[in-house]
């Protein structure tokens, strides 16, 4: 009987196993901040490689692994004069990956610690972001 039960434990797990993870970290954006580039990777495929701005002098930003915590098709920056933040994905308390009009600032640092991308690739990021779900959906900033 107790053996029965372990096999059949050990079955269930393996057929579950893979449903229960499927869509853990389905989504993940690497930011490569000496690079200045976002990579968007769905399942571990290369979806998007997009130039972004970074913190510039006198600011930071963050470095480390989150998951989102709240979206906002459009946000105003309290902390920047009401600064526009479109498609906004908030990971670490004030900070985002959102979309901006400076776009001939991307691909160096120019932000106040925000990831910013050119607002159409950030209205993709943000779609993916909601069908992968933020629970499914990983955050990497690396020097």
């Given at each position: 009987m107790?053996?029965t039960?372990?096999?059949?434990?050990?079955?269930?797990?393996?057929?579950l196993?893979?449903?229960?993870t499927?869509g853990a970290?389905a989504?993940e954006?690497?930011v490569?901040?000496?690079?200045q580039t976002?990579?968007?990777r769905?399942?571990?495929?290369?979806?998007?490689?997009w130039?972004?701005?970074?913190?510039r002098?006198?600011y930071v930003?963050?470095?480390g692994?989150?998951?989102p915590?709240r979206?906002?098709?459009?946000?105003?920056?309290r902390?920047?004069?009401m600064s526009p933040?479109?498609?906004?994905?908030?990971?670490h308390?004030?900070?985002?990956?959102?979309?901006t009009?400076?776009?001939?600032?991307?691909g160096?640092?120019?932000s106040?610690?925000?990831?910013r991308?050119?607002t159409?690739?950030a209205?993709?990021?943000?779609?993916?972001v909601?069908?992968?779900?933020?629970n499914?959906t990983?955050?990497i900033v690396?020097?």
């Open positions: 107790q053996k039960l372990i096999v059949v434990t050990a079955l269930l797990a393996m057929m196993g893979p449903i229960a499927a970290g989504l954006a690497k490569s901040i000496s690079s976002m990579t968007v769905k399942h571990g495929r290369v979806l998007y490689t130039k972004v701005s970074t913190a002098k006198g930003t963050p470095r692994t989150w998951r915590k979206m906002h098709k459009m946000w105003h920056s902390k920047y004069d933040m479109p498609y906004s994905v908030f990971y308390g004030g900070y985002a990956i959102h979309g009009g400076a776009v001939r600032q991307l160096r640092p120019a106040h610690g925000c990831v991308l050119q159409g690739n209205a993709t990021f943000y779609a993916l909601r069908e992968a779900g933020m499914n990983r955050i690396t020097n």
